[in-house]
């Protein structure tokens, strides 16, 4: 298991369920604005892709197994 983090323009979180299911909450300065879920074929692509858009950007901080301990944090 990889975790990264990186800064992204956007004001909502993403995630993708098993390649199945793909998910978006939309945050405001008060806090959570709504979630939306989606399950067809253009969604989950259009998530797949900000995902490895975002990722090409990111810094690791654990490597499962890994030896470094600078990825620690």
Known sequence: MHLCRTSIPFSFGLWIVDSEE?????FTEQGIRGILMNDTDDALTWATNQYERAKQDADPIFLRGGSDPTLRQ
Do not use: D, P, S
């Open 22 to 26: 793909a998910g978006i909450i939309i």
